[in-house]
């Protein structure tokens, strides 16, 4: 029987010699059983400690030898064995409760010294390094020859970067790290995704930043990384636009997209009310969409775009007069909140409500609607502007969008000054 935890084993006669304990307890490996040639007769069961330090180990009987067991916190993965002689304890800490509970059992058992023969035992013996080493929970490989073709990667780890490796597509032992919180794949030949990398429930810093990715798809913006990424880097690849769905990432705060062929952004991109930096330089940006407004940034960069010079007075008019059924049932939904999804309705349907605009007076429209550019001062959404061309402009078109002539008509009289 075995117990994987970490040991600190304190002398009770340091303190009467005015000495100090150990500091900090170590990984270590427990194992119950007999001395190799021990046998039967062999002096009943010890209990062995091995550590990264001394995996050898160091052996203690248990028969008719433990003074007292500590296991108040035991649902915590903590006791403490004190031990007549040598006059030591032997405290354990980060273990499985339900492991620490059944070991427990166990020594209890060795120390009467009854039922031996039901316990698991096995030879003692020094436990492999890896089981007594901290679990790794950072791995850095930068090379193609570094990369581990025939062994897996230990499912510890938190952090992993694999770049420079020229893979065409994810590895699928990387989904078996439950634990992972930072996967940079920069530098490689990605040009897919699979959904699958949505079930890493931990994952917070996503890099992707310099493969050959065409898209990010609606089913990952749909899993699990809603709660949990941060921060994503989809910079230098081929993407041209980003679901809908993609403002479901609703714990974004850092987002780079720059080096794209991003002819849109999404535009309901003013539901990640916890993005703080944002980056799209150098794409094909026409405009900005009508959301952008909601923004609130510490640093935004859409240098190098092909901002298309805003005109008010040249609406963009897709009104249908009088509004077809289908236009005012959606306006219906979506103005009454009435709630919808799709157990109730076609999927196309729920995604052009999801993809509705919003007019000034606070109406929806859907596919009737006025469309127009105005400019935006970028310093309204962001404290640090990078500028948007070398002329040291820091405005930027956005579209806006009415629901009738009447909308339209109050918003060119209200506002002449965004008329230039």
């Not at 405290?91 to 070991?103: P, V």
């Not at 931990?202 to 990384?225: G, I, P, R, Y």
């Not at 919003?358 to 640090?384: D, K």
Request: proline share 6%; hydrophobic share 40%.
């Amino acid at each position: 029987m075995r117990l994987p935890c970490e040991v600190s084993v304190v002398s009770r006669l340091l303190p009467s010699a005015g000495l100090r304990g150990p500091g900090r307890a170590a990984r270590a490996l427990l194992s119950l059983g007999r001395p190799p040639g021990g046998g039967r007769a062999g002096g009943g069961v010890w209990l062995l400690v091995s550590t990264a330090c001394n995996r050898p180990g160091t052996k203690y009987q248990l028969k008719e030898n433990i003074e007292q067991l500590f296991t108040r916190f035991v649902e915590e993965g903590k006791a403490t064995i004190r031990l007549k002689e040598p006059a030591v304890d032997v405290c354990l800490s980060k273990a499985n409760a339900s492991l620490l509970k059944t070991f427990l059992s166990a020594v209890k058992l060795a120390n009467s010294g009854t039922h031996e023969e039901t316990l698991p035992l096995s030879t003692l013996v020094p436990p492999k390094a890896s089981e007594v080493e901290k679990p790794k929970t950072r791995m850095t490989i930068t090379s193609r020859k570094e990369y581990p073709l025939t062994r897996n990667f230990p499912y510890s780890l938190e952090h992993l970067q694999a770049s420079y490796c020229k893979l065409a597509r994810l590895d699928m032992r990387m989904l078996c790290l439950k634990g992972l919180r930072r996967l940079d794949l920069s530098h490689n030949r990605i040009k897919k995704l699979p959904a699958t990398v949505g079930d890493l429930v931990c994952l917070q810093e996503l890099n992707l930043h310099d493969n050959h990715l065409e898209a990010f798809s609606a089913a990952l913006c749909s899993s699990t990384l809603r709660k949990s990424l941060q921060s994503l880097d989809l910079s230098q690849n081929r993407i041209r636009a980003l679901p809908a769905q993609f403002c479901q990432l609703q714990e974004l705060t850092h987002l780079r997209l720059d080096d794209n062929e991003l002819v849109r952004l999404p535009s309901k991109i003013g539901q990640l009310r916890q993005l703080r930096f944002l980056s799209a330089a150098r794409n094909k940006l026409p405009f900005l969409p009508e959301d952008f407004a909601k923004l609130c940034l510490e640093n935004l960069d859409l240098f190098g775009n092909l901002f298309a010079k805003p005109r008010p007075l040249v609406p963009d008019v897709q009104l249908k007069i009088p509004l077809t059924l289908l236009e005012c049932s959606a306006r219906a939904v979506i103005d009454f909140r009435i709630p919808y999804g799709r157990h109730v309705l076609p999927s196309h349907l729920c995604d052009d409500l999801d993809m509705s605009k919003t007019c000034p007076c606070g109406r929806a429209c859907l596919s009737c609607f006025i469309q127009i550019t105005v400019t935006m001062n970028l310093h309204s959404v962001a404290h640090t502007v990078v500028l948007v061309d070398n002329m040291g402009g820091t405005e930027a078109p956005t579209l806006r969008h009415f629901c009738s002539l009447t909308c339209y008509s109050h918003f060119l009289d209200r506002h002449p000054e965004g008329i230039r």
